[in-house]
């Protein structure tokens, strides 16, 4: 639980989300909390804000500068009182996950995320190179923002990556890649016992388990949710 | 494209809710209760700051038949109940319909302590009828309902499951998160929960309590975590009624909330009300109970996402 105290000393549950003066301009004319009409006002650069009611699952929302994800999301008014949101969010950046109770008058900035097909084209040590098909600009991400991506990439394969605020924050793959196997043992046909799998390396470098009958230079279809063989690919 | 299944895999659900609302009905008749119908749509509904009503063609639906179920009470209608949908803007969850039924009684010469006792009776026997005996398990959780139930007040529960009393609750503004965060969850759990007597601001239409003017004599029926009814001996002072109205309209008017008339023929009524008391109890989160359903879709035909 994520209650935290200021400077009056009161506890607070639900963090407001946006500076105090930017709730009083969004949040009805009279600058009083709007509990009622307010759904979706105007902040002031233009950007459309949601109220607590808006709040549901896979909602991303700007907090203290940084996008989270709505993963879990309770409604509950105990005893006749006020109508509390009780979220499990987590920051899209670190992965970091927390539990926060909400109040209907909370406002909440929408997070700014893009998705942009862009094509990779390297990896050096440990960086990896991505140019918008459009612009052809290129970006660099970390290890840990291609996370398991990195299994996938190939040259000049079309990816999407994940922006926040023009940063980078995540690579999804197509649900299917075709890999060439590099290394795998020879077929032992005799070999019917041992769990009619073996291990494989495909060009990325990635090992994984194969039915036995797949050969060195084959190439195999994998799907890039489960990290999983699926079938082998005639070309 | 018509796909019946959502509808269809409910029946034993809806079945099983059926069998409920007609052993109510037969619980309140073997008691002499007469069954009574009020408007839905009403032009003054009780000024309560966390309800908000569907403003309807100039009038409200009613968020609770409780204002016209006294009215009869008052006229002299000792033993009254009442199965009813009722209707609260933006209440939407696991267990929140914006439109719901609900089940009102009420009772002449009674305060809550008796209600206390009725509403046991009132589940063993529904839950007896049902073939269910005295254990009902909700979602992994066995619980006793033969009678007595547990009695708390709000206080002891504080004491005991929060971290801090309710007084300082109050005084940081942080009671509800309290109570749903650190105290409702653990209510309720091996026999039905009956957390009483609240705090004098959080009860509008109650009484104070003899003896201790700080609480109200109001309660809530909790089992599993989950809150089920709504209970208290009625306040009959038509002039503390008509001030506490007073206060609570003029802070939904400054939030900007509709404004409603003081329901007036109300208040005119209520010093006829003598002792009185009345409870309102979920009936779709007691078909949620008995049907061990997670989700109050599960237990009603319909909801607003699926018109």
């Known amino acids: ?235 | 494209m018509h796909d019946p299944w959502p509808l269809a895999k409910k029946r034993r659900a809806l079945e099983l809710r059926a069998r409920i609302l007609a052993e109510l009905r037969r619980f309140f008749a073997d008691r002499d209760y007469l069954e009574i119908e009020t408007p839905c749509l009403i032009p003054a509904p009780a000024p309560e700051f966390h309800i908000d009503t569907f403003p309807c063609a100039g009038w409200f639906l009613q968020p609770s038949p409780e204002l016209c179920m006294k009215r009869l009470l008052a006229a002299g209608y000792d033993r009254i109940f009442q199965i009813c949908r009722c209707f609260r803007q933006k209440e939407r969850g696991d267990r929140h319909l914006p439109e719901f039924t609900m089940l009102e009684w009420y009772r002449r010469e009674a305060d809550y302590r008796d209600l206390m006792a009725e509403c046991e009776e009132l589940l063993v026997q529904v839950a007896g009828a049902l073939g269910r005996g005295d254990l009902v398990t909700y979602q992994g959780v066995r619980i006793e309902i033969g009678a007595p139930w547990e009695r708390m007040t709000v206080g002891e529960a504080f004491d005991r499951f929060a971290p801090l009393p309710v007084a300082a609750a109050l005084a940081g503004d942080c009671f509800e998160e309290i109570l749903a965060v650190h105290v409702e969850p653990r209510l309720g759990r091996r026999r039905p929960t009956f957390l009483y007597d609240y705090p004098l601001p959080l009860a509008s239409l109650a009484r104070v309590k003899r003896g201790d003017p700080a609480v109200a004599e109001r309660f809530e029926l909790y089992i599993a975590g989950m809150e089920l009814a709504n209970a208290f001996t009625e306040l009959a002072d038509e002039g503390e009624q008509r001030r506490r109205f007073a206060r609570e309209e003029e802070a939904r008017r400054r939030a900007g909330k509709p404004p409603y008339p003081v329901p007036e023929n109300f208040l005119a009524a209520l010093p006829a009300l003598g002792t009185a008391a009345g409870i309102a109890l979920g009936v779709d989160r007691l078909v949620m109970i008995l049907a061990d359903a997670p989700h109050i879709d599960a237990v009603t035909a319909f909801t607003p996402e699926t018109l």
């Open chain 1, 1 to 235: 639980m994520s209650n935290f105290f200021d400077r009056s000393g009161k506890i607070h549950y639900g963090a407001p989300t946006v500076p105090e003066s930017k709730i009083r301009e969004t949040a009805g004319k009279s600058g009083e909390p709007d509990d009622g009409a307010f759904t979706a006002g105007l902040f002031p650069e233009g950007v459309a804000m949601y109220s607590a009611s808006d709040l549901r699952k896979n909602l991303r929302i700007k907090m203290e500068d940084e996008p989270y994800v709505i993963t879990e999301f309770n409604f509950t008014k105990p005893g006749k009182g006020q109508a509390l949101y009780r979220c499990k969010l987590k920051n899209m950046i670190s992965g970091a996950q927390f539990e926060r109770t909400f109040r209907s008058v909370d406002v909440f900035e929408p997070a700014d995320l893009q998705e942009k097909k862009m094509q990779f084209l390297y990896e050096q040590e440990g960086k990896y190179c991505f140019m918008d098909n459009e612009t052809y600009e290129q970006i660099l991400l970390t290890e840990d923002q291609v996370g398991d991506g990195k299994n996938y990439l190939i040259e000049n394969i079309e990816v999407e990556v994940l922006l926040f605020e023009d940063r980078p924050l995540g690579v999804s793959l197509p649900n299917f890649v075709d890999l060439v196997v590099t290394k795998a043992e020879p077929w032992a046909r005799g070999d019917s016992v041992s769990g009619n799998t073996k291990p494989v390396t495909v060009q990325t470098g990635y090992v994984l388990q194969v039915p036995p009958f797949i050969e060195e230079g084959e190439k195999i279809r994998i799907d890039t949710r489960t990290g999983e063989y699926l079938t082998r690919v005639k070309d």
